[in-house]
């Protein structure tokens, strides 16, 4: 299971469960959507070390972030 999947999953079984495991599966699903940032990034900077032509890095930093919904 992905980690989109994953948090899918939890956002589901939190209709259905008590406040006190809905706040430990928020948890879950705040810690899975950091991790999921986090290899986003680590992508990015893949990509940035490729790259030699600043205007070509700024494009592709934005790019990035709008396909992320970051900015």
């Known amino acids: 299971m992905t980690i989109c999947e994953r948090i899918i999953s939890i956002k589901k079984e ?29 992508n990015l900077i893949r990509l940035i070390d490729n790259i030699e032509d600043y205007q070509e890095l700024e494009s592709l930093i934005k790019t990035f972030l709008k396909n992320k919904n970051y900015i």
């Open 14 to 42: 939190l209709s259905n469960i008590e406040n006190k495991e809905k706040i430990s599966l928020q948890i879950e699903i705040n810690k899975l959507e950091s991790i999921k940032k986090n290899k986003d990034i680590i």
